[in-house]
């Protein structure tokens, strides 16, 4: 019951970067692919239906891991204290810089405003890009699992790689998803930079795979190295639908290459949550985190009918609102 929760968690944080990423990745981009204000209104008006949706699966996700493994909940919200209220300012900001930006008739006012909207969304990627290169490098835990490093312990080369890979990945999804929803010129800008993301990326996936055997090691478990594969293929899947200029297609590829770099992630660190960093003992498994039986069967099945109603919700959304966005 336990590898169900962890499961469950693993899906609602996959489908929160798959979906909130492509949101974050627009607001990325909006300045290369908007040179005027109608034209970064129309890269916002993109991601309007979806982006207060999308960020329900992060706090989903962490509600989750509150219910279902409250030791991990207490000791990763106690020990990243900081990072988490940067993170909840930036989202703040964030949404602020959406509502507020159509207040005003003021060209500077908008522009600071897209500038902020721009600044957030990138802090944010590369935030959760360090989180994650720190969960798969490990932690300095007690014998009580609680983090006993210090905030600079979390910016190490290792995790700042995969931060910078994160921006890629996400700027790359954010180009894919305004060149399938724009019309005009943002449309064909954003194709263009899909194009020039898909090298950067491709470089940085290289890079990061060497450094993560230099972290974890060679896997072990087929599955990872499975997954590897399907990280690859993905990558030469989407190349493909961007040489055929197959907007549609390279939303997909991008999506089937994140969804196989999440579920690569899990599976390398699984049966932990809070992996111990590599030549110490300790880390908690979710055997550690996890409440009695009772408890979690019940918190598993309120997760697994919320998730449902969210996927219901969002399907809806995307039915009724998936049209094309034009400049006019």
């Known amino acids: 019951m336990s590898t169900a929760g962890f499961c469950v968690i693993a899906f609602m944080l996959t489908a929160y970067v798959l979906l909130d990423g492509f949101d974050l990745g627009v607001a990325v981009i909006a300045p290369?692919?908007?040179?005027?204000e109608r034209e970064r209104g129309a890269a916002m008006a993109s991601i309007g239906p979806f982006w207060n949706g999308n960020e329900v699966w992060l706090i989903a996700g962490g509600a989750a891991l509150f219910a279902l493994f409250p030791r991990a909940y207490a000791s990763s919200f106690s020990g990243f204290y900081l990072p988490f209220i940067i993170v909840l300012w930036l989202l703040m900001f964030?949404?602020?810089?959406?509502?507020?930006?159509?207040?005003?008739?003021?060209?500077?006012?908008?522009?600071?405003?897209?500038?902020?909207?721009?600044?957030?969304?990138?802090?944010l990627i590369f935030i959760f890009g360090v989180a994650l290169g720190n969960v798969l490098r490990g932690f300095p835990l007690d014998a009580a699992g609680y983090f006993r490093g210090t905030f600079g312990y979390l910016l190490n080369p290792y995790a700042l790689l995969v931060g910078v890979f994160a921006l890629g990945v996400l700027g790359l999804h954010g180009a894919t998803f305004a060149a399938m929803r724009i019309e005009?010129?943002?449309?064909?800008?954003?194709?263009?930079?899909?194009?020039?993301?898909?090298?950067?990326?491709?470089?940085?996936?290289?890079?990061?795979?060497?450094?993560?055997?230099?972290?974890?090691?060679?896997?072990?478990?087929?599955?990872?190295?499975?997954?590897?594969?399907?990280?690859?293929a993905a990558l030469a899947a989407l190349a493909v639908a961007l040489r055929r200029a197959s907007a549609p297609g390279a939303f997909a590829a991008s999506s089937a290459f994140i969804g196989a770099l999440m579920a690569s992630a899990a599976t390398a660190i699984y049966p932990?949550?809070?992996?111990?960093?590599?030549?110490?003992?300790?880390?908690?498994?979710?055997?550690?985190?996890?409440?009695?039986?009772?408890?979690?069967?019940?918190?598993?099945?309120?997760?697994?009918?919320?998730?449902?109603a969210v996927v219901t919700y969002g399907s809806f959304v995307w039915r009724r609102m998936g049209g094309k966005v034009s400049v006019d």
Do not use: K, N
């Open 272 to 308: 932990f949550l809070l992996p111990a960093v590599a030549g110490s003992t300790g880390g908690m498994t979710i055997f550690d985190a996890a409440p009695s039986s009772a408890a979690l069967a019940c918190a598993l099945v309120v997760t697994i009918l919320g998730s449902i």
């Open 94 to 123: 964030r949404g602020m810089s959406l509502e507020l930006r159509h207040h005003f008739p003021s060209r500077i006012w908008r522009e600071f405003w897209d500038a902020a909207f721009t600044v957030a969304s990138a802090l």
């Open 32 to 36: 290369l692919v908007g040179r005027d």
């Open 184 to 232: 005009g010129a943002p449309g064909d800008r954003a194709r263009r930079l899909s194009s020039q993301f898909f090298w950067i990326v491709a470089a940085l996936f290289v890079a990061v795979t060497v450094a993560t055997f230099g972290v974890r090691g060679t896997p072990g478990a087929p599955i990872v190295a499975l997954l590897g594969v399907l990280s690859v």
